[in-house]
């Protein structure tokens, strides 16, 4: 379910930004153990000078937020954002240009399947708390 917008400067080749969004997809379905189908994704491509970047970052910068259920424990985010940038990291993004936001959202504030309360809904998978 987690709902994810990846941010990032114009310059990239539309084969680099496949990559960037398959790799954020792929180490958030592996570690919050999603279904492959599981998958809401988009890019948003800046031009420079259209948005200031903090200090000392390079033009490959990544912010990546995303929107989830409530529930993982620490530990489990702890492991998402290790594992979205370790597969930055494989497409040539530095560590530390890598910036991460989770907004959980409790079930009952999500709309799905044709505007039905997330909480009435079953998913197929578990929440992992």
């Known amino acids: 379910m ?8 114009e310059g990239r080749s539309a084969a680099e930004k496949t990559a960037l969004l398959e790799a954020v997809q792929g180490a ?3 570690t919050l153990e999603l279904p492959p189908h599981d998958r809401n994704i988009r890019l948003a491509v800046h031009r420079k000078g259209e948005w200031l970047l903090p200090e000392g970052k390079s033009d490959a910068y990544v912010l990546v937020e995303t929107m989830l259920f409530a529930g993982r424990t620490p530990e489990t985010k702890s492991a998402l954002f290790a594992a979205i940038v370790a597969a930055l990291e494989g497409l040539g993004v530095a560590r530390g240009d890598v910036f991460l936001i989770l907004n959980e959202q ?24």
């Open 2 to 9: 987690p709902v994810t917008l990846v941010s990032i400067l």
């Open 28 to 30: 958030i379905a592996q």
């Open 106 to 129: 409790p079930r009952e504030n999500v709309g799905i399947r044709g505007g039905i309360r997330a909480d009435l809904v079953q998913l197929g998978y578990e929440v992992k708390v």
